[in-house]
């Protein structure tokens, strides 16, 4: 049965609380110059030299590039030109993004910023772009952490932002999909379907300030660390406005006509189209639960467990390994040991005969847990997971930083990939060797460099790497880039992908030109000048014109 | 650890022994004009009509034009132009491909057929195919049963057969994973597997005489009837030979950068070039396995219980069920009862609290199994599910017919979809009521019509229904025709897709125009003609040029 969903909160609304333009957070959420203070002095202390807190930026005081065109009458209401619109829309959410924007640096905003109320807007705004010739660029949340969404040099850039477009319009609890505007962030999303007993439980780290078509577009990583890792698997059918129409695909489960319409959307990052909304596999609410965390005395005594258990196929919601490095700072352990977190969850049916077998293949493999530290809940009550070694990495995960650290001199960055388990120990080691050779090259101190997997797959993990230095207060983006090329690099010539979960966009570019078939990268560019003849959507990202 | 498989039996070894050019089976093991004659008599009393057998066809009777091209010299010692091997290759093996052999009908048999002996020659092919302008249609195992492989009008047509690129090359143990040719056959796959302990664990009902190559193009549906169903989840990456080149993927576990390169290969059905070999995931052979056979007083009693064992993923390897038609022919029971089989296996793990939670869900919906007959095998002897019911459907699963009844009137074939729950009901009642009608009208008697579903997803199943009646003598294809008519339509008017794992071919075209984005199709061409700019490629297969 199909019913509307009836808690429509639509557009015309009042405006949802305005997002800082230089951190992750709400405007009202923004640290403030007393937090950053402290912050600096502590700096201070390990650097050995003075930090400085530079106040809180005042956006009053960029000077932005007047915009290159006029918007036309008949699209003013739904287009901004003012400065807030122009200078958040200019970035991304990496590390190098907030520190531009911290410094008011903005020499390339968009000259228009769209938010289109229904599609019948968003279509005028792509025929305005396509007529005009001015490069459209979706926003999505604006969470890219690979300048996905930085305009690139052109004429004029309209960036397209479809938050308005933010409804759940369908559910069918038989099915169990429901019809979803693609300009939904995570949270607003989850609102919209707790009432009726789902989820689509997809929780990148970016869930509070990420889109639906964001996700779909970069191929997002999500909750379920094995089996349907990626939100490409929960994805049943996709509407795209393209400048020559709409792409409209029909849902039809396991469809095998063909090639996938569906999987030349995933992963397009804005380059073929706007996804306007999509059909998406849903889960009923999990209230049978079960959780181990499990300690071994090596990474690779840990990794390897975590091999077997993935080849059992047991499909374990969650399966993730810290290294020692990770598991001491994130959850509290000795900085000799692994631990490796592993959890089932189902809405219909006990986990406890899952679990028990994990704990049992871990066991085998040197692992150690205590049997009541094996924890099962068996409907309601308090989620597993939440006390602990495992609660504690959980709170890290959740609790992502709102960017207090900006121009402090504190450099930190996080790159993953994902490799086959035949070639991991090898890869492991000389990416290791090679970032860590330049954070002492770039730092001139030991390096702080740790590894979880966020995924694992039958035939291999999906390593995670973060990283972090003291750097020169100034010169964060310049010490970021030598680092982050010696880790792409690496990643590149040990036979990793360049991105699991982020996307490729702007920065990645070079050595995904190096991994995809070269002759993938024509018949997409084919594909693009089809759907895209003036090569307005996104230009730059994954190919060049 | 990858190793190099050492039980090469390389194409420099004696040919295997030929296939019948109009039976599913060998030369060796054709129908007799003996056992042709025993149906026809058994069949006369059927129809009320006398059925006369036609005696076995000798192919050297057949009259085939004279190929249009010469071989050139340097290609010789792998093409061949001889009657039988463009008998053989002129068709499939759909009910009309065979009707039309056995009538020695071969008005457009392919001129050339080739069979490289490696990837150079086969690249030598394809060369002369585009300096020459010859379609080029690669053949797989002919197990098409959608015309995929049937020659389009054409001044000269060169089929390729991989058949001698049939070696397992490289074994990753730790990753588990194989570098395998496409030209393999399944049995001959899994025989070089075997001695590793390792199976790919795809069992298409084609399994005998199709290839790997051709489960790839045509997203082939395998074994596990929930969760990974295609071919399309085993690909790890895949090697492909196009008129502009080698194109070929990397072996990056759940890579999310960009669009998937594999997905473009996968169903793309020789239409963008000829795969060589493909990294596929293997499984470990399992030894724990679990079966249950469970009987439902209803049809939607049956299917209700279906899509809840779906949906509570507990990912059974098989989940299928049998309606009430197919249940008595197939399984004994009494022809108002549905059968549900469902079955767990695992090379590590005991299976008896799968199959003890999957009994639960089945018999809240009014499922019956005695306890006795829940069959679990913990490692070793016979494989479950060989006994009773079950057994009974799996021997006529896999004993399928090799074409004695050919020319002899009977008129039968099956179709498949795939349709999400909500629609279900009601799309089935709609195609059993316009096929029923169509066989009404073209055979004048109660219409043989069944249905099972061969896999299942959270949000749909994929339904696979059987006909059959008895026509008259020589106008078998003709009322074929109506029949698939009546049903390729019924299926595209109420909301499934053409093809879930038959593939598109020359004969789901107009559906499958129907079904696909407009956009996709602009799209696909688009990348066809950057990688197949001559167009010689299994044109009018997917698109037109």
């Known amino acids: 049965m199909t019913t509307t969903a009836t808690t429509a909160t639509s557009g015309t609304a009042a405006p949802p609380p305005r997002r800082s333009f230089w951190a992750w957070c709400l405007e009202s959420e923004e640290p403030t110059d007393a937090e950053r203070a402290d912050l600096a002095r502590k700096l201070s202390e390990r650097a050995g030299t003075a930090i400085t807190a530079r106040p809180v930026p005042d956006l009053a005081d960029a000077e932005l590039r007047p915009p290159r065109t006029a918007v036309p009458d008949s699209l003013a209401a739904w287009c901004a030109t003012d400065t807030y619109e122009r200078a958040f829309h200019a970035y991304g959410a990496h590390f190098t993004d907030r520190a531009r924007a911290f410094d008011l640096d903005f020499p390339n ?32 949340g604006g969470s890219s952490v690979v300048w996905g969404v930085n305009p690139p040099e052109a004429d004029t850039v309209v960036t397209i932002a479809l938050d308005r477009l933010d409804q759940v319009l369908e559910i069918d609890d038989t099915s169990r999909a ?9 949270p607003h999303l989850e609102d919209q379907l707790r009432p009726h007993g789902f989820t689509l439980r997809h929780f990148p780290q970016s ?30 059918s996709v509407r795209m406005l393209t400048p020559k129409g709409w792409w409209e695909s029909r849902r039809l489960p396991g469809s095998g006509a063909g090639p996938s319409p569906d999987r030349l959307v995933l992963g397009s990052e804005g380059t073929l189209g706007i996804v306007s909304e999509a059909w998406m596999r849903i889960q009923a609410r999990p209230s049978f639960r079960a959780t181990a965390g499990i300690v071994f005395d090596t990474w690779p005594a840990g990794y390897e467990a975590v091999r077997q258990l993935a080849q059992a196929k047991l499909w374990p919601a969650n399966l993730r390994i810290l290294d020692p490095a990770e598991a001491g700072r994130a959850a509290g352990l000795d900085g000799t040991q692994a631990l490796v977190i592993v959890s089932f969850e189902s ?30 809940s068996d409907g ?64 001139g101190h030991e390096p702080m460099l740790s590894c979880r997997f966020t995924h694992v797959y039958t035939d291999g993990p999906a390593p995670y790497y973060t990283w972090s230095g003291m750097g020169r207060q100034g010169s964060e983006t310049q ?67």
């Open 178 to 186: 429901a019809r979803i505007q693609a300009g939904v962030f995570g």
């Open 109 to 140: 905003p968009p000259d228009v910023v769209a938010h289109p109320r229904d599609e019948a807007e968003l279509a005028a705004t792509l025929d305005w772009c396509a007529s005009a010739g001015h490069v459209a660029i979706p926003y999505g």
């Open 380 to 443: 309601g009550g308090e989620p597993t997971g939440r006390g602990g070694a495992v609660g504690a990495w959980r709170d890290a995960f959740i609790g992502v930083g709102n960017g207090v650290e900006t121009s402090l001199g504190l450099v930190a960055d996080t790159f993953e990939t994902s490799i086959t388990w035949d070639r991991w120990p090898e890869f492991d080691a000389v990416v290791r060797e090679r970032v860590s050779h330049a954070l002492r090259q770039v730092f």
């Open 207 to 236: 869930f509070r300030f990420s889109t639906l078509g964001g996700w779909i577009v970069t191929r997002s990583g999500g909750h379920y660390a094995t089996n349907h890792t990626h939100i490409d698997d929960f994805v049943e």
């Open 479 to 545: 010490m970021w880039s030598e680092v982050k090329h010696a880790a792409s690099e690496a990643i590149a010539d040990a036979g990793g992908t360049i991105t699991h979960h982020h996307a490729v966009g702007r920065m990645h570019r070079p050595q995904y030109d190096r991994q995809r078939p070269e002759l993938f990268a024509e018949a997409l560019r084919a594909a693009k000048g089809a759907l895209d003849p003036g090569g307005i959507l996104n230009p730059g990202v994954l190919i060049d014109p």
């Open 347 to 376: 809405a219909e049916l006990t986990q406890r005969h899952n679990i028990a077998q994990a704990v049992e293949i871990a066991r085998a493999c040197g692992g150690r847990v205590e049997d009541d530290e094996v924890r099962v």
